[in-house]
């Protein structure tokens, strides 16, 4: 019979409550590295489901996710003359936050290049990609709104037409898609009396202009709207997206788009790597931190619950040795429910995290390859705290069993 699980038997109410602590601790070790995958694949998802080779972003910036970057509309024609370029598209991204139903609304607004890009390669839960250039929206459910809901951002009533999963912004916001006109117009509403102040400071500026004394005709376009005026400027996007035609030198493209004095150029990768040693890496340094200490932690815990166990048997290990058992018996008596202890307690932890994970505010990704080292350390933590208990055990005396 083996001692180990007969031991277990004897008090296995205590077994039961030790076992659910240490695989609590162990699922907290598990969520920290699901926690880090899950700010990992947020962080980076528009760069990977995003099927663009370059960013050409503000200059001397480092992309429109890592920091503000405005570059001008027509940058998309002159990126799309460069030798190689397949195509070249507008992107827009920037977050805001409304209050709905008593309750803040953070959206990160996600600007389709209408009407080459329709939204077509987002992966839809129900509805349809974006069919007409305004008043329609894409919606990630986790920002709670409904299949043909309306919802009022700016000035404009967008109706959703469809609902996507996992599109999550480094932050952890949901993410929306609409038309870049669309985006542009939510991005820079401005409310009516402010339009008002502006046309009029834009009156009192011209009448006092030497042009708009002797010609006071021009004065009368100080009340048209912006988007009139030949002299304004159209709003500037996020940054512009190059696709490369298959073959084609994507370092000669960069070298050449470099050349430009006002923007600067990265690869798919160059972007990703950019944004994973900014933002998420304070998070990854954290949350490593995290898991080294919960790690010591469930080590030490272990040890002294093995100790307390061996505690509570030194009558029995004494008898055991009075009897002439070999040391391996009682070495592999302690030995064995450490890992019994460890590899309980993991299947706890994953259990009951696979039940709580999906609750979470942010996305909790369990990969294989960290599940399998975890595996692998919570063994390596089984076998060292065992060499307390066996320690102890090794020093009780066959004479204790007469006592």
Known sequence: MNLAIRDIRQSLGRFVLTTVGIGMLLMVVMGMGGIYRGVVEDATLLIERVDADLWIVQRSTRGPFAELSRVPSNLVYRAAAVPGVKSSREFVYHTIQRERDGKPLRIAVLGLSWPLDKGDWVELNAGRPLRQAHYEMI???TLGLGLGEQI??????????????????????GIAMFTVSDAQAIQFDTPGEAVRLERAAREGRGAEFELGIQQPMILENAARPSS????????????VMVTMSPGANIDQAVETISG??????????????????GS??????????????????????MALILYTLTLDKIH??????????????ILGLILQQALILGVVGFGIAYLVGQQLFPLFPRRVILADADLIQLAGIVIGISVVSSLLGIWKAMKVSPNEALA
């Open 260 to 277: 430009w004095g006002d923007v600067s150029v990265f690869t798919k990768e160059g972007e990703r790597e950019l944004l994973l040693k």
């Open 152 to 173: 009022k951002l700016g000035k404009e009533t967008y109706s959703v037409v469809g609902i996507t999963n996992n599109m999550i912004s480094s932050s952890g916001d």
């Open 139 to 141: 919606a990630d459910k």
């Open 316 to 329: 029995s290990i004494a008898l055991l040795k009075l009897i002439g058992a070999p040391n391996t018996v």
């Open 280 to 301: 998420v890496e304070r998070v990854r340094r954290q949350i490593g931190l995290f898991r080294v200490l919960l790690t010591v932690i469930a080590a030490i815990i």
């Open 228 to 239: 009139e005026l030949p002299g304004v400027a159209r709003p500037q996007i996020s940054a």
